[in-house]
């Protein structure tokens, strides 16, 4: 992920899209039930706990979209940004220090700069994953359009029991984990607590951490800050 002489093409009025270095991971097979107390290792179908209180999502204003058109000189060039496939699509993991996107980013406006934990709606137009991944590999002029996510913490308390929520993550680790699945008689559901399928949960109270260490976490503690990292329905 060297210095790139990408150049970098204002957005539209619309919102135009980013592009991206393409380190792609795709979800893995592994799925994990948290969350136990620290001596009950959890099990699929358990899901008992009582939530210290809820920390709503603060407003924030966010574009429905945001697209950039960007250019390299040659496809071995990085175009500056990690990416990590999950069931519900292509999410951006993390915006490298080098790259078109932050070349593209320095010179955006505040809310219509290319973040992490966005989703990647389209490539040139394509909006199948597989076809994204061939283009952003492939091409020197991608046109990308991303659907911001936004942050917020979730406070809850366990108190020794399950929160009864499905974990995912990427085969490369990657720095969050998603929601597959919440059961039906989970404290989650029960209590209303702000968590929903799709979620991505990317620190634990207040530590971002490697995928597998995050899953050790919500496990392991009792008391638990869940920052999440939503992208609303379009």
Known sequence: LKGCSSRVTAPSAQTSAPSVPLVLSRASGDMFVCCAGPDDPATEGESIGVPAKRVPAPPQELPRRIGVKLRRQDVSEPWGIRLEEQDTGIFISEVM????????????AQGMRIEADGLVESVNGEEGTTGMVRLMKEELAVSIFVRPARRFDVTVDKRGKRLGIMLRH????????????????????SSGLDVLVGDRIV????QSMKAQALVEAISKNNSLVLTIARVDAA
């Open 203 to 206: 620190a634990v109270n207040g």
């Open 170 to 189: 990427s085969s490369g680790g990657g720095n969050a984990v998603y929601v597959k699945d919440i059961n039906d008689d989970s404290v989650v559901k």
């Open 97 to 108: 220090d080098t790259g078109a996107v932050k070349e593209y980013n320095a010179g955006a």
